[in-house]
DNA sequence: CTGAAAGCGCTTACAG
DNA sequence: CTGAAAGCGCTTACAG
């Protein structure tokens, strides 16, 4: 069986290619093209496998049904689920996604943007490292269509989705202090991203709203790269010193996971010594010890409303309004605050 | 600023097209154009971002730099972990990769399979629901380069990349039964799956080893889809009859975490009054309460691998022996067995 | 319905 | 080095 081609069909088949590439394109009856012609073209495409060429037709039409996605990480179960449900939804319209992961570089993001434009995607999703802003700004000026998500650039107009990390923060930091914890401390991920900033302003906020100042000592901000021996130093900083911390607020899920380690080996009872909360979970933080409460994030909407929003934007020729917007998040109440604290 | 095509930076710099091409595909000195005209137009196309077609230049080559992943579903921690593996190798060799998640659906998967070819992709990875045997040998006859892992078809002869689930299961069971554990319960997925069959193959071995038969009412296979309740009824089964068991074995990560939360519910005291295993692991099994003592697939060593033999692959034209490795799993000895039980 | 033809944007021998 | 040309495998007006 050699492999088959447009020509090939057409000639077995004694019509013309133009028949043969029009009624597989589902164009047969706008063309007049018999019922009987057309129940043979089909058939013998689907007996014989013939598969078109999609770099032929993609190039011929303009267009590859296909969309890029480019995420800082795709093994991060977040990102993850949320490429899971843009890939089922970007299907359901006859789209394939093409995936990319930046570690959080932006020069490897730039790389990219520019290598899924040469691959003639139709849209582009980015969960950014936010340093990009030239490309941004490019991808605007050539009107492509594109989303950002989870991740945006505040100081330019572009369509975008994320959740209230703002809101999300105050809330779970607010039941931390309506629970009688006094001394809260904030272990987060060094500046540069605008969630990250607008959790910290939240539970600065929250603390704010109880006449609590936030003391600069209680806030951690730690790098990446070395979270798992960071988040430890962080922790032993809070606990230890004479006003240790009664709750930890962790702005995300591996520095919570990893915080909840660190105080097992630190002998440190959650959440008797110290309640944690962490902003985003992991699928196991309902039997984890204690298990965590969790602002959790609507990872099925984002995906939902990042699709829907970049398929409007490809099907529309029109400039259109740009697009934004900002999902609730879920408080997810479990025992790692504890109950009603008197002191 | 215009989308700017190979012409129009052959015109602007008065030079051929073919000059252009070569130069920017690294064809510049085995072609002998001068350092100073590759010097202008690497510039000028840096400049200018100009950004070459890659449906043109696979069209035209024969090849797209593009690889096909098909897996159960990348929101799986697993198959995601992999993925991000696959990902960054294939990169570095300058290929992109194009996913899509079957869900388990063979239908879904021999679609997907299509699509891929249609696409031009120049090799494909798949994980697969071991029920295209059809595709499977579609691919064999075409010479088309794939690779399988995690699931293969044991009776068609392919490359693929798998664990030790016999062997790893067979030990984890062992370590159950030297702790003094008896009556040990196997829960796993309904039957079709290699893996899955190994595993069981595995867990009964090591029975047979004590010079134990192995009850078939000891061992539970669930539906995928309902997991969720049916891990629960095949616990209460399995802890409930008069004959209770004093361990279980879990063929897979969701299940175990699931089981975990059912015996929560149920208030079983692990390991006290059941001690419990998984096959495969979620990252947060130590911080679980008990923390889980797991079989351990080698995540990268399988992205590597897998990535290894598609591109040797994908590089030799002359037909190779088929490649399979079998990697082994570790042992990750955790609490969730407890110490020596003597009755 | 057909058939010849142009076009999508590249790459790559080939003659000079 | 150039330049004209063929070719990759499609799609799509267009004249008949």
Redesign the interface.
Known sequence: ?K?LYLKDVARELNVSKTAVSLVLNGKGDENKISYDTQQKIINFAKKH?Y??????R??SRGK?E?IGLIIP???D?FY??V???I??KA?EKGY??????SYEDPKTEGELI???????VDGLIIASTQQNKKEIE?LK??KFPFVLFDRYYPENETDYVIVDNFYGTKKVTEHLLNLGRKKVGFITLKPGLEPIAQRLMGYKEALKAHNLTSKETYVKEIGREEYFSEVEKAIIDLTAREQAVDAIVFSTHYLA?QG??VL?KLNLKVPDDVAIVSFDE?????????PVTSVVQPVNEIGYSVIEILLNKIGSTVKTEFQTRVLKTKLEIRSSCGSFLST
């Open positions: 069986m492999k496998n598969i078109p060429n999609q770099l032929a993609g190039l590859s296909t990480n795709i093994s179960t993850s689920k490429a899971g449900v890939e089922r299907k394939t996604v093409l995936f990319s992961s520019l290598s899924m434009l040469n691959r003639q490019f000026k050539e996971s909840l380690r097992k992991l699928s196991a933080f309902d039997i984890v010890e204690p």
